[in-house]
């Protein structure tokens, strides 16, 4: 009878699955961060059209500038927080294929193995079988063989 599969392939296929899924994380923890950012500058925006209404024009004219800077300064983080984004999904994307290799050979091995199982089983009984006809094909010939000695 044949031993359980056991593929050498295991400890690899298992460290490429931590590899995806700790590059999903990144992209998640990435996504979070450019949502926070758009969340910023739609703050940013209620704040502009808040400070619209405001009577002291220079007062207006210089929160005005300091809401342009800051909305400056997140427009350049959203950008690299995209521009990060990327990259965490380009990892994603390239550790999912290595893993998806590492599985179809895994599955090949397993595949081949099974049908090796499956072929040395039929081969077993195969051989039983012939082994049981041929015991009886003795015990009839031994039968037969009895039976004219005894007439």
């Known amino acids: 009878m044949a031993r359980g599969f056991r593929s050498a392939l295991l400890p690899l296929l298992e460290r490429r699955k931590r590899i995806e899924d700790e590059r999903r994380r990144d992209l998640a923890l990435c996504r979070r961060a450019l949502d926070?950012?758009?969340?910023?500058?739609?703050?940013?925006?209620?704040?502009?059209?808040?400070?619209?209404?405001?009577?002291?024009?220079?007062?207006?004219?210089?929160?005005?500038?300091r809401l342009d800077a800051e909305e400056a300064s997140l427009r350049g983080r959203r950008r690299e927080l995209h521009a990060a984004w990327e990259g965490a999904r380009d990892a994603l994307v390239a550790a999912n294929?290595?893993?998806?290799?590492?599985?179809?050979?895994?599955?090949?091995?397993?595949?081949?193995?099974?049908i090796e199982a499956a072929r040395c089983e039929e081969a077993e009984l195969d051989d039983a079988d012939a082994r049981r006809r041929e015991r009886a094909l003795r015990e009839r010939v031994a039968y037969a063989a009895a039976e004219g000695a005894a007439r």
């Open 36 to 65: 926070e950012s758009d969340r910023s500058l739609e703050g940013l925006n209620a704040e502009r059209v808040r400070c619209s209404h405001a009577a002291d024009l220079r007062l207006r004219d210089a929160y005005l500038c």
């Open 97 to 114: 294929r290595e893993h998806r290799v590492v599985e179809k050979l895994h599955e090949r091995r397993l595949r081949a193995f099974q």
